[in-house]
């Protein structure tokens, strides 16, 4: 029988029905972390509690400005916290991490000491307030407050930093520029919505530590993040070093780390890790962001993908309801095939149709003389009750059913009536409905992906529901290429993930006959049409990569010459993932921006506005790293004035 120990010797160790993994060890009555084992429970008695973090520890204060409530009146408190807002000496409201509390200012004469101060601090000055918690005159509880029972009758009370004059309110109402919100990122951190976002944000992460770690003996190992080139995939920065010519570079993932680890015999590796990828300015991706980099020895795609949604699930905001697992999957093909992009946002129909057949049967010279290229093939979306505009630089027709059932279109005056029925007929068409038909080579072509996002904007800017913003659509992308053409020389390839992607074991032959057939074992988690993670099982054969480098990917794999090697000393079978936390998060909350969920993000060109990163250095910095930098003209001018 398990000996547990008296409730008040585990202060703030809470019982309750939540799936928090602790249980009472039985030779030592002590709490501990125990991961299930069928074998070993007999001797544990499960018990299901959660912590309370005391947040008044080692604190000047005995609460915090959220936590009074009726049952604390009588009592003798220490707040600290930022004046909110307050009113000609009479009462102010102070403010927390974690709520409001109204302080109400005595009038008499003993406290003109205290009353003269406080009307004294501008708002945002800091303070600490000793006083006595009392309940509100009757009809002046406030509802919407949680501490709007009470208020705190100030006894003694001390100025700890006076507050200039702010570039912004402090309210979540205002509209401030994302400029001057990023200049003062400090001030905008103490709005409700940026500390609930990185609170969350540490919670998640939390429990996820928990599952990784404690449930399925993961493994939390740092990498380096001066490291060198790796071929393939995103720019690298470059970080100088102080031998000649030589350079560091900040890896884009610990992609390379990861797999050494395995060989290493880690077995399950996860870590929190910040990447860096030097793609210039692109909206909402930041030259610095955080992936759960995860890796395993002796598993295959189905394992990952099971974990990943466990983990999820483990770590997922109950604010955010239950998620339902296993998560649908789709192939690469089937997702250009019908939403025309390999992140489908699947919450919503308007499916791309290919109706290369009717249109073919239809004596339509352009249209045919289209269609006679090779690969080429002609697609529709069908919008409800859309009149749509867009903008794309392909042929896109219109099609629009009127009332009376005809067909208004560029198209119609090239057929009968017959065959306008037939098209309406092949594409379902509906009154007020909008078609919109691209016809060329599909094969890479994403117009009518994006043209199905844009119209599904401006339907519901016009006030139609057809995403419901608390649907979770996950989805896996799965069978992709192992290579796609290089955008900007298609005679070569490149690789679809990264080079350490291993082939799917039944297109392993058509690798060293026709690289471009085989399908890769690479795997996408997308959530509501964003990328939240990729990642693959590796190749852990050294003559494989050797030739997916050396004669598929034409790379110096000299570079990589260290994996190769470690590649040969008993290298187990290991795959792995990334989940992007910064955009994980944001969909959690969501936020429009990943900035909305990073402390102190960049800006849309890369800078720190804050603290004006990128800066300059002084040609004496630059000499230990033998650099001299040539100066256009007019920067030369610009860093004069
Ligand atoms: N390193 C990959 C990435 O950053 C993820 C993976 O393959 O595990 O996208």
């Given at each position: 029988?398990?000996?547990q120990?008296?409730?008040?010797?585990v202060p703030?160790?809470?019982?309750?029905?939540?799936?928090?993994?602790?249980?009472a060890?039985?030779?030592?009555?002590?709490?501990?972390?125990?991961?299930?084992?069928?074998?070993?429970?007999?001797?544990?008695?499960?018990?299901?509690f959660?912590?309370?973090p005391?947040?008044?520890?080692?604190?000047?204060?005995?609460?915090?400005?959220?936590?009074?409530r009726?049952?604390?009146?009588?009592?003798?408190v220490t707040?600290c916290?930022?004046?909110q807002y307050?009113r000609?000496?009479?009462?102010?409201?102070l403010?927390?991490?974690?709520?409001?509390?109204q302080?109400?200012i005595?009038?008499?004469e003993?406290?003109?000491h205290?009353?003269?101060?406080?009307s004294n601090?501008?708002?945002?000055?800091?303070?600490?307030?000793?006083?006595?918690?009392?309940?509100?005159?009757?009809?002046?509880?406030?509802?919407?407050?949680?501490?709007?029972d009470?208020?705190v009758?100030?006894?003694?009370?001390?100025?700890?930093?006076?507050?200039?004059k702010?570039?912004?309110?402090i309210k979540d109402?205002i509209?401030?520029s994302e400029?001057?919100?990023?200049?003062?990122?400090y001030?905008?951190?103490?709005?409700?919505?940026?500390?609930?976002?990185?609170?969350?944000?540490?919670?998640?992460?939390?429990?996820?530590?928990?599952?990784?770690?404690n449930h399925h003996g993961?493994?939390?190992?740092e990498?380096?993040?001066?490291?060198?080139?790796?071929?393939g995939?995103?720019?690298?920065?470059?970080?100088?070093?102080?031998e000649?010519?030589?350079?560091y570079?900040?890896?884009?993932?610990?992609?390379q780390?990861?797999?050494l680890?395995?060989?290493?015999g880690?077995?399950?590796?996860?870590?929190?890790?910040r990447?860096y990828?030097?793609e210039?300015?692109?909206p909402?991706r930041?030259p610095?962001?955080t992936?759960?980099d995860?890796?395993m020895?002796f598993v295959?795609?189905?394992g990952?993908?099971?974990?990943?949604e466990?983990?999820?699930?483990?770590?997922?905001?109950?604010?955010?309801?239950?998620?339902?697992t296993p998560?649908?999957?789709?192939?690469?093909?089937?997702?250009?095939a019908?939403?025309g992009?390999?992140?489908?946002?699947?919450?919503?129909g308007?499916?791309?149709?290919?109706?290369?057949?009717?249109?073919?049967r239809l004596?339509?010279?352009?249209?045919?003389?289209?269609?006679?290229?090779?690969?080429?093939?002609?697609?529709a979306i069908?919008?409800?009750?859309?009149?749509?505009?867009?903008?794309?630089?392909?042929?896109?027709?219109?099609?629009?059913?009127l009332?009376?059932?005809s067909?208004?279109?560029?198209?119609?005056?090239?057929?009968?009536?017959e065959?306008?029925?037939?098209?309406?007929?092949?594409l379902n068409?509906q009154v007020?409905?909008?078609?919109?038909l691209?016809a060329g080579?599909?094969?890479?072509?994403?117009?009518l992906?994006?043209?199905?996002?844009?119209?599904?904007?401006?339907?519901?800017?016009a006030?139609m529901?057809?995403r419901?913003?608390a649907?979770?659509?996950?989805?896996w992308?799965?069978?992709?290429?192992?290579?796609?053409?290089?955008?900007?020389?298609?005679?070569?390839?490149?690789?679809?993930?990264?080079p350490?992607?291993?082939?799917h074991?039944?297109?392993?032959?058509?690798?060293?006959s026709?690289p471009?057939?085989?399908?890769?074992?690479?795997?996408?988690?997308?959530?509501n049409?964003?990328?939240i993670?990729?990642g693959?099982?590796?190749?852990h054969?050294?003559e494989?990569?050797?030739?997916v480098?050396?004669k598929?990917?034409?790379e110096?794999?000299?570079v990589?010459?260290?994996?190769?090697e470690?590649?040969?000393?008993?290298?187990?079978?290991?795959?792995?993932?990334?989940?992007?936390?910064?955009?994980l998060?944001s969909l959690?909350?969501g936020?429009?921006?990943?900035?909305?969920?990073i402390?102190f993000?960049?800006?849309?060109?890369?800078?720190?506005?804050?603290?004006?990163?990128?800066?300059?250095?002084?040609?004496?910095e630059?000499e230990p790293y033998?650099?001299?930098?040539?100066?256009?003209?007019?920067?030369?001018?610009?860093k004069?004035?």
């Amino acid at each position: 029988m398990v000996e547990q120990r008296h409730p008040s010797a585990v202060p703030r160790l809470r019982l309750a029905g939540t799936a928090c993994w602790l249980a009472a060890c039985s030779h030592t009555g002590f709490p501990k972390l125990w991961v299930p084992h069928p074998c070993r429970q007999p001797e544990f008695l499960w018990c299901f509690f959660f912590y309370i973090p005391d947040v008044n520890s080692f604190a000047a204060r005995t609460n915090t400005c959220g936590e009074l409530r009726a049952a604390h009146i009588g009592q003798e408190v220490t707040l600290c916290g930022w004046i909110q807002y307050q009113r000609q000496g009479l009462f102010l409201v102070l403010r927390d991490f974690q709520g409001l509390t109204q302080i109400i200012i005595p009038q008499d004469e003993a406290h003109s000491h205290v009353r003269k101060l406080l009307s004294n601090a501008p708002v945002e000055s800091v303070v600490r307030v000793t006083g006595i918690v009392s309940s509100r005159p009757p009809g002046q509880e406030n509802l919407k407050m949680p501490t709007g029972d009470i208020e705190v009758k100030v006894e003694t009370a001390e100025v700890l930093n006076f507050c200039k004059k702010l570039p912004f309110e402090i309210k979540d109402f205002i509209k401030k520029s994302e400029a001057l919100r990023m200049q003062y990122r400090y001030l905008d951190l103490r709005s409700s919505q940026l500390q609930h976002n990185l609170r969350l944000r540490s919670q998640v992460v939390m429990r996820m530590r928990e599952y990784l770690c404690n449930h399925h003996g993961f493994v939390d190992v740092e990498t380096p993040t001066l490291f060198k080139r790796t071929p393939g995939g995103a720019k690298e920065f470059l970080v100088p070093s102080r031998e000649v010519g030589k350079f560091y570079s900040l890896p884009q993932s610990p992609q390379q780390f990861k797999q050494l680890l395995m060989i290493g015999g880690l077995d399950r590796y996860f870590q929190v890790a910040r990447c860096y990828r030097d793609e210039g300015s692109r909206p909402d991706r930041q030259p610095e962001f955080t992936q759960i980099d995860i890796e395993m020895s002796f598993v295959d795609q189905a394992g990952i993908q099971r974990l990943i949604e466990g983990l999820l699930q483990y770590s997922w905001p109950e604010e955010r309801g239950p998620i339902t697992t296993p998560f649908p999957s789709m192939t690469y093909e089937e997702a250009l095939a019908d939403y025309g992009t390999d992140k489908p946002d699947t919450r919503f129909g308007m499916k791309i149709m290919d109706i290369s057949d009717t249109l073919r049967r239809l004596d339509i010279g352009f249209v045919q003389n289209v269609l006679s290229y090779p690969h080429s093939t002609a697609k529709a979306i069908c919008i409800p009750r859309g009149v749509v505009k867009g903008s794309t630089d392909m042929n896109i027709f219109f099609l629009l059913i009127l009332p009376d059932g005809s067909l208004k279109s560029l198209l119609t005056k090239f057929l009968s009536e017959e065959q306008q029925s037939e098209l309406i007929q092949a594409l379902n068409m509906q009154v007020d409905d909008v078609v919109l038909l691209a016809a060329g080579d599909h094969k890479r072509c994403s117009a009518l992906g994006s043209l199905r996002l844009e119209s599904a904007d401006l339907l519901e800017a016009a006030g139609m529901v057809l995403r419901d913003p608390a649907a979770l659509h996950f989805l896996w992308v799965v069978d992709f290429p192992l290579f796609l053409p290089k955008e900007e020389n298609p005679s070569e390839l490149e690789s679809a993930h990264h080079p350490f992607t291993a082939p799917h074991p039944s297109d392993t032959n058509l690798l060293y006959s026709d690289p471009t057939k085989v399908r890769s074992q690479h795997y996408d988690l997308v959530l509501n049409g964003s990328e939240i993670g990729g990642g693959s099982i590796r190749i852990h054969n050294a003559e494989q990569q050797r030739f997916v480098l050396e004669k598929v990917l034409k790379e110096d794999s000299e570079v990589l010459s260290h994996l190769l090697e470690a590649l040969e000393f008993g290298a187990p079978p290991h795959g792995g993932i990334a989940l992007g936390l910064d955009r994980l998060i944001s969909l959690i909350v969501g936020s429009p921006s990943i900035r909305d969920v990073i402390a102190f993000p960049k800006s849309f060109r890369g800078r720190d506005l804050m603290g004006n990163a990128p800066d300059y250095v002084t040609p004496e910095e630059l000499e230990p790293y033998h650099i001299h930098v040539s100066w256009p003209a007019a920067e030369t001018e610009a860093k004069k004035n």
